[in-house]
């Protein structure tokens, strides 16, 4: 409402050039540009609904559609199925592609592929759970590995699961601990990253802090839909209740909760719930 006046829109859209004619009432009940809404006879706009059939046959057995808005310009539709999370784009399911980018070696026993990096006082231990690292608080625990083989100007997909405590990942073009790619706090969880190299890449993974963090398993991901486990079965997918902050959103189904983090418009992971800090208060003690 401004200065008494309230709009409608129920005449739809007119040319800019019209609205100097603000006595014309038909003016008054239009829009310059109606975009993702659809004017009601008596006035109001209501959000449109979808106009077109994406598929009948490509969504998992049982799943449940989620909307997820970042930005007005970047939206996706979260499918939750049987222990397992989708997402779909521009009607399209998220995909990778292959590249010829190698990640070689594992994370457990011998760390094979691997250089070990780690500050005195810190190490990195191959278990049978993956590479357990274990900071000093003053120096880091690392380990790192050049991409061979690095596919310049590809998009590449990277598969990391973590336990126990966050890892920090950086990825870069100068070598060990470099990160001009990226460099992100991953908590406990598995996530489906992508990243496009214009140079020899470089994988980083750190641990400064005196607790154990376990990279249970790291590889470039194959061609192929983008399928990430989630921690809820197909008879319980009507349960789960969605609260979105930004690009995070917080599930929760059955009294259990978990969360959904957007990295990138084509990176996401399933992780688990951590509350650092919170939200209990100091207990008031006085009559006040």
């Not at 200065?3 to 239009?30: K, Y």
């Not at 699961?161 to 966050?166: E, N, Q, V």
């Not at 400064?208 to 990279?215: E, F, G, L, M, T």
């Amino acid at each position: 409402m401004i200065d008494g006046v309230v709009n409608t829109f129920n005449r739809g859209e007119i040319g800019d050039l019209a609205f100097g004619r603000q006595e014309v009432e038909r003016v008054q009940n239009s829009a310059e540009l109606i975009e993702n809404f659809v004017p009601m006879r008596l006035g109001p706009m209501i959000r449109r609904g979808g106009f077109e059939v994406v598929s009948t046959t490509a969504l998992l057995a049982g799943s449940r559609l989620f909307p997820f808005v970042y930005a007005s310009d970047e939206t996706a539709i979260l499918e939750m199925g049987d222990s397992t999370m989708r997402i779909w784009r521009d009607g399209a399911l998220l995909t990778r592609t292959a590249v010829t980018s190698t990640l070689t070696g594992d994370l457990s026993t011998a760390l094979t592929g691997w250089t070990d990096a780690s500050g005195s006082g810190s190490s990195v231990t191959g278990t049978s759970s993956g590479a357990d690292f274990v900071g000093a608080d003053t120096t880091d625990a690392v380990l790192w590995q050049t991409l061979g083989s690095t596919q310049t100007g590809a998009e590449h997909g990277l598969r990391i699961k973590i336990k126990d405590a966050p890892i920090r990942l950086l990825i870069g073009t100068s070598g060990a601990e470099s990160d001009d790619i990226t460099d992100s706090l991953l908590q406990p969880g598995e996530y489906s990253l992508v990243f496009t190299p214009d140079a020899a890449a470089t994988i980083t993974l750190i641990n400064d802090k005196n607790y154990s963090a376990i990279v249970e398993s790291i590889a470039l991901e194959a061609a192929g839909t983008v399928s990430i486990p989630t921690p809820v079965p197909v008879a319980n997918v009507d349960e789960i209740q969605m609260a979105q902050q930004a690009g995070r959103i917080y599930c929760s189904w059955s009294d259990e909760m978990f969360m959904i983090e957007r990295r990138g418009a084509k990176s996401w992971g399933v992780v688990d719930f951590r509350a650092d800090d919170g939200p209990d208060v100091l207990i008031t003690t006085d009559d006040g």
